[in-house]
């Protein structure tokens, strides 16, 4: 049904009846199942069998109806867009599988939209690991007096703290331990697979004629393991093509082409 024009009999009825499906859809399929997480994208159950399910949305963050990737309050919704990021996802995942690095996924279910995962314990309120192969963005706009913009960097690591009001803070490993989220083996375990895993995804996209230049994860504990939770979509990457920066909808296409 578009917007700003009056619905006809016959479109109402049709809206009735996909909300009555889809309720009866959250009805089956919640039984036994309790959310414990609404984030800004995605959805978190707890599953009868202790695993989590993660539902992709499609609500997307942005401002002022401008999809961005980098900010962090919900802006639009783009349809399609939660299930296309989970096929980005499962693409990667099934990846590092082969590899043989471990991650938190366990299957998905594209028609639903949902990913089962392994139910990982956050760093804190959550940590994320970037890894740079040329300066851009935030390092350009922290350290660009000392760099030029695009320059390359050697798998460069570092990580930001999960706290919208702070604007998700640079912190150190000292940091990290000092404030009591993680123990510095542990960060040497998240920093050596975060380099693995970029240089998995780096390979895929250079095999489709794109460059990495950065890249953004979520880490999490489980049985004493650091491994790679959330998801791995176009919208945590910069890729550029032939020196242009790709933008993140015809990335997902390119990656899943
Ligand atoms: N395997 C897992 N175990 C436990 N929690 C997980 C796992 N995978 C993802 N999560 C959590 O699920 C949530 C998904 O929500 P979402 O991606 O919408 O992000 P958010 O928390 O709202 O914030 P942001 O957009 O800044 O990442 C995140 O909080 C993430 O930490
Ligand atoms: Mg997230």
């Known amino acids: 049904m578009k917007?700003?024009?009056?619905?006809?009999?016959?479109?109402?009825?049709?809206?009735l009846i996909k909300k009555t499906i889809i309720n009866f859809y959250?009805?089956?399929g919640g039984k036994g199942m309790k959310k414990v997480y609404t984030g800004k994208t995605k959805d978190v159950f707890e599953l009868d069998n202790g695993n989590f399910e993660l539902l992709f949305k499609d609500d997307c963050t942005g401002k002022d109806g401008v999809f961005d990737p980098g900010e962090n309050s919900i802006g639009l919704t783009i349809e399609g867009i939660g299930r296309e990021n989970l096929k980005t996802?499962?693409?990667?995942?099934?990846l590092l599988k082969e590899a043989g690095i471990k991650t938190h996924y366990v299957s998905a279910d594209i028609e639903k939209s949902t990913m089962e995962v392994l139910p990982a314990k956050v760093f804190g309120k959550g940590v994320e690991v970037i890894c740079r192969y040329r300066a851009v963005g935030s390092f350009i706009r922290r350290y660009g007096e000392y760099i030029e913009n695009g320059a390359k960097l050697d798998a460069y690591v570092e990580v930001t703290l999960k706290d919208d009001e702070r604007c998700d803070p640079l912190v150190t490993s000292e940091g990290l331990e000092a404030l009591g989220i993680m123990t510095q083996e542990q960060f040497d375990q998240m920093k050596e697979r975060t380099r693995k895993i970029t240089a998995v995804v780096a390979k895929d996209l250079e095999e489709?004629?794109?460059?990495?230049?950065d890249i953004k994860f979520e880490f999490g504990f489980y049985n004493d393991e650091v491994i790679l939770i959330d998801e791995i979509a176009s919208g945590n990457m910069r890729v550029y093509k032939d020196g242009?920066?790709?933008d993140p909808m015809?990335?997902?296409?390119?990656i899943l082409a």
């Open 3 to 15: 917007k700003g024009k009056t619905p006809s009999k016959s479109e109402r009825f049709s809206d």
């Open 26 to 28: 959250i009805f089956i």
């Open 89 to 94: 996802s499962v693409h990667y995942f099934e």
């Open 208 to 213: 489709k004629g794109l460059e990495l230049y």
């Open 244 to 246: 242009e920066i790709v």
């Open 250 to 254: 015809d990335l997902t296409k390119m």
